[in-house]
């Protein structure tokens, strides 16, 4: 397959440092739709989700003409891909975000499918974080077809001989970056085969090299369905993702020998696809660091609860989304760790 030139959008302060360390190391282009000195300190946010969106309303003219210009330059289509890089805790990154996504679809007619997402988890120092996260993550998780999460321990994760884990956000801009350009930016079609892929549960943490391997049980490594079947070797944990569904005719494995060697000691496995290895079963294969995905989901979900139950905060909310809009989206924040939970059998 021939990659077609994907649209790579940031929002917040968190999504414009990745985009930033991304053109210093790639080619890729970001749009970085809150970027202006001048706008970005008269749309400050606030790290508060309504106003995320309210901020976007004030600019929505602009952002329109932005992605109208690059639509136009790149004559994208539905089946071609468009990234976000966005912090889910920050008020842009997750109010600005969601309607960022209805634009997409309501304005320009480009579906789902094209959807590529790399989400940052908060390092819960905000105290609106929790309520940020809860709402965007239930406003999204069926509009973005490949969700890829860094949590807040992904620093100590890259940590080595060279990389102190007290290093500046920096190093996590740099290897994120990193990441992006060489395991998602123009590779998500052949990944997720978009024509078929339509399992809701699409988030993908990144795994670790072996200087790491302490810290992850066996596991949280690669592993079929059914907890057999894995693909490492004796010196390597590898970079995973939910790769197919029952509804996907042939499976596609990952070719643990094809290699793609990354800066910071992390190892990631080729987007190639591995002919002799077709899942003629028809299984659902689901390859991820899943251990983390559910305590990262886990910890957001009690981090509301806390302050849900105490009323905290919910004045700066309250105008847009009452106490059981919140119920409602808490809920669906359940359902993905229950599903996840079953199949992983946690």
Known sequence: MSYSNGINFSLGTSGNNIATSLEKTSDHKVIKLFNEDNKQKKFNSGNVFIRGMECFRDYEDEIHQKISNELEKNSINRTEEINIVNCSAGGLGSGATC????????????????????????????????????LYLANVIDK????????NSFQKHISS????IDNDF??????????????VINKSEELLNLESFDNKLKFMIPSVNVIERKLFKKTSQLFDVNGNSRIYNRDSIYFANLIATPNIENAYLFNANNLRYSTNSLKYLSWNVTNDKLNKKNQSYLLSNNSDIIAVLKGILRDFERSFKRGAFLQYYDEVFSKDDFIDNAEMVKRIIDDYSVIYGT
Do not use: R
Request: with cysteine.
């Open 144 to 151: 973005i077809d490949c969700i890829t999460c860094f949590d």
């Open 99 to 134: 309607l960022l996504l209805n634009m997409l679809a309501d304005d320009f007619g480009l579906q789902k499918t094209i959807f590529s997402n790399i989400l940052l988890f908060g390092n819960q120092q905000n105290v609106h974080e929790h309520y940020n996260q809860i």
């Open 170 to 183: 920096d190093m996590i801009n740099l290897s994120i970056s990193d990441f992006m350009s060489n395991m």
């Open 161 to 164: 001989g060279e990389c102190a």
